[in-house]
């Protein structure tokens, strides 16, 4: 039997930074895809474009599965760097204490925006050892020297291609740039592999001296380790594109003499209220600032809304409108089950079913697009129109099925998986501070049924003013009145 997906694999196209457009995926080994992606360095807890990150790629990865491939998806963890160092120093704490403790909070915040863990999360203090083999044959291929003050250079003049995927020139980089001569930098786009040890820091022995390794160095090392000198996707934050990844894909290469990534794909940057994040500006927040004014699954959505190059401006009332777009979604399933009778399930009849209808093609095609989740979440606001009117029709057999349709497709990109009634009363900061519990609401709306029922119309438009004051929006429709929180 044809499935819905049997051409769908092959009309993947996906974004490659490297080439500067989009082109079909073609994967190594056919059925599998191999997928690396830079991680946090673990100072302190994860910002909104760090969630960005997570979400965008956990998007991709459920994508790619399932279409039917076998994804082995590596995200690796810096737990050593000038950051950590000095943020443990500040704290008179140790430094595998410091790293632990942030590492659990970072998975903590992932889970909660409803990410998968990956497949592998090597950290780089378990890697020293082929970082070291990386840099000893960089060395020996005249790649990389050492200097005379401990450290360890990759000579960028010596790689070909470097600036291929920033789309920059060498030559007018270098154009007025001049040598450090407090280093033994040979050119002043040399980058460390190797940094000499400085007393009271993590050290390890090496044929260079005792030290630690530079930041670039650990995601070829560990991603070789984990994916082979070759493999299919390198993804992360557009600020990792120079000077880290090109850095990378230059030592990578010499290093194994084979392409490095076939696919570079970058999430776009977060500004907040017009202006990009930072802390100098005041406009720094936590996925945990974050979440504790807004559903951690408005969140998710409102990462989701925007394609995942583009850039996304955060701010409240994005957030309130993401809020209140997730909610119409919530409360068209809703509305399909209080005329059913029964609660929604999804089995894997339903999701195929859901693919093969009118939606779940144009659903595909907009995945299918460089994972455009922004076009495929517009298919549901189609299909919770559509729910909408067969409601209002009651149409029972129609809007089951479309909202059957909803939440399967909704499924991949993990929205709309919640009990309707669970997200739609979640209490979440001061979101929902009405002052009426649920009870309470629910018996005003019962006593405003009866006025209309009586004609006592000033009644019922005095009880939903009181309502709509208090922070509670009403929807009314033939199978009844439904409720959320503003």
Not at 41 to 63: N, Q
Not at 310 to 316: A, L, R
Request: hydrophobic residues 40%.
């Amino acid at each position: 039997m044809t499935t819905p997906f049997a051409d769908a694999m092959s009309q993947l196209a996906i974004y490659d930074s490297l080439t500067g457009g989009k082109r079909q995926f073609v994967p190594l080994k056919a059925g599998q895809v191999g997928m690396y992606v830079c991680g946090m360095t673990v100072y302190d807890y994860c910002h909104i474009g760090h969630a960005r990150v997570m979400v965008a790629f956990d998007m991709a990865v459920r994508w790619l599965a399932q279409l039917g491939y076998e994804v082995n998806y590596v995200r690796n963890i810096t737990d050593i760097d000038d950051k950590i160092i000095a943020r443990a120093s500040e704290n008179g704490e140790d430094i595998s204490t410091l790293t632990q403790r942030f590492i659990e909070a970072m998975h903590e915040d992932a889970s909660a925006l409803g990410c998968q863990m990956p497949d592998a999360e090597p950290r780089a203090t378990d890697h020293i050892d082929e970082m070291q083999q990386m840099i000893e044959t960089l060395v020996t291929g005249d790649y990389a020297y050492a200097g005379d003050n401990g450290d360890v250079y990759y000579a960028v003049d010596n790689f070909e291609g470097y600036g291929k995927l920033s789309k920059r020139n060498l030559d007018d980089m270098q154009a007025g740039s001049r040598v450090d001569v407090e280093n033994d930098k040979r050119s002043p786009f040399d980058f460390v592999l190797w940094k000499a040890a400085k007393p009271d820091e993590p050290q390890w022995q090496s044929p260079w001296g005792q030290g630690r390794p530079g930041w670039h160095i650990e995601c070829s090392a560990m991603s070789t380790k984990c994916l082979g000198s070759t493999f299919d996707i390198h993804g992360g934050g557009h600020d990792l594109q120079f000077p880290h990844h090109e850095n990378e894909i230059a030592q990578s290469e010499a290093a194994t003499g084979c392409e490095y990534a076939r696919n570079w794909m970058h999430v776009g940057f977060i500004n907040v209220d017009g202006e990009k994040m930072s802390k100098s500006l005041g406009n720094f927040f936590t996925i945990r600032d974050v979440m504790a004014k807004f559903h951690p699954e408005t969140v998710r959505f409102f990462l989701l809304s925007s394609h995942y190059r583009s850039q996304v401006n955060f701010s409240d009332s994005a957030l309130d409108e993401a809020h209140n777009s997730l909610s119409r979604l919530y409360n068209a399933l809703k509305l399909a089950e209080q005329l059913k009778g029964q609660s929604l399930r999804v089995d894997d009849q339903i999701i195929e079913d859901a693919y093969s209808s009118v939606a779940g093609q144009a659903f595909i095609q907009a995945m299918n697009d460089d994972f455009n989740s922004s076009t495929a979440i517009s298919v549901l606001f189609g299909l919770a129109r559509d729910i909408n009117k067969a409601v209002k029709a009651e149409d029972v057999d129609s809007a089951w099925k479309l909202a059957e349709q909803l939440k399967a497709l909704s499924q991949v990109l993990n929205i709309l998986q919640q009990p309707v009634q669970q997200f739609l009363q979640a209490v979440v900061g001061d979101k929902a501070d009405s002052g009426l519990a649920d009870a309470a609401i629910d018996a005003l709306i019962v006593e405003r049924a009866d006025a209309k029922t009586n004609k006592n119309f000033a009644r019922a438009d005095e009880i939903r003013e009181q309502l709509k004051d208090a922070g509670i929006e009403l929807e009314d429709s033939r199978a009844g009145t439904t409720w959320r929180r503003a």
